[in-house]
């Protein structure tokens, strides 16, 4: 500071003849006045030029982001679902009521038992396969049920359900208790086979040899829904 007081000294002492006098002081606190205010215009315009590269590395990154091409993921709490695997042994019913077993709908099986609206023979149930036509036999206690995919003289993709006084021989047998009856499945001569008794009755149903629309459960509810006259 001194250097600065020696400097402006020097000018006042070449200034013109007639000027009051310079005031060494009131200068010498101008221009320290003054040097602060540059050097907070410096530390200002030095802030500014921060923020404004700042903002433009931003806006740059951003500009990456949206035009690059996608190379940021997007994570969301969302989940894809995984398809469930059907299993032909087991069907769950849809969420159709089963309204005093008049309608019964197996959304993981091809076979849907619907209402039946009549008898057949001395054989009668109040379900049938949906589509499936029904050709009762002359002994009035024997029904062969068609699918709709096949021929009437196809047997092998029939069903045949009868009446007997005695229950069939079955290998591999499954017993199923259900609303007090007691249902037997199994095997008989190549072909699976579900009976319960009915009084004095035993009422058989032999499934077609291709039978992978039907499981367990379908074959309970059917002969659950029949009584033999």
Not at 3 to 32: C, M, S
Not at 40 to 64: F, N
């Amino acid at each position: 500071m001194d250097d600065v007081k020696r400097l402006l000294e020097q000018f006042a002492d070449r200034t013109a003849d007639g000027l009051p006098p310079a005031d060494v002081d009131a200068d010498v606190a101008r221009g320290r006045r003054a040097l602060r205010r540059i050097k907070a215009r410096r530390r200002v315009t030095g802030v500014l030029c921060v923020a404004a590269a700042t903002t433009a590395v931003l806006v740059a990154g951003d500009e990456s982001q949206w035009w690059g091409g996608g190379e940021t993921e997007v994570a969301t709490d969302a989940t894809t679902p995984q398809p469930s695997a059907a299993t032909s042994g087991s069907a769950a019913p849809s969420t159709a009521a089963d309204d005093g077993d008049k309608v019964a709908t197996f959304s993981m099986a091809r076979v849907q038992l619907v209402t039946n609206p009549k008898p057949w023979n001395s054989i009668a149930c109040t379900l049938t396969p949906q589509g499936w036509t029904a050709a009762p036999r002359s002994d009035a206690k024997r029904v062969v049920l068609t699918p709709p995919s096949a021929r009437t003289a196809e047997a092998a993709a029939q069903l045949e359900l009868f009446a007997a006084d005695a229950p069939q021989p079955l290998s591999g047998v499954r017993a199923v208790q259900s609303d007090g009856k007691v249902f037997h499945l199994g095997n008989a001569g190549g072909r699976e086979v579900g009976q319960v008794e009915l009084g004095g009755n035993w009422l058989v149903a032999r499934l077609p040899i291709d039978h992978q629309d039907w499981n367990d459960d379908l074959v309970r509810r059917f002969l659950d829904s029949c009584t033999v006259s």
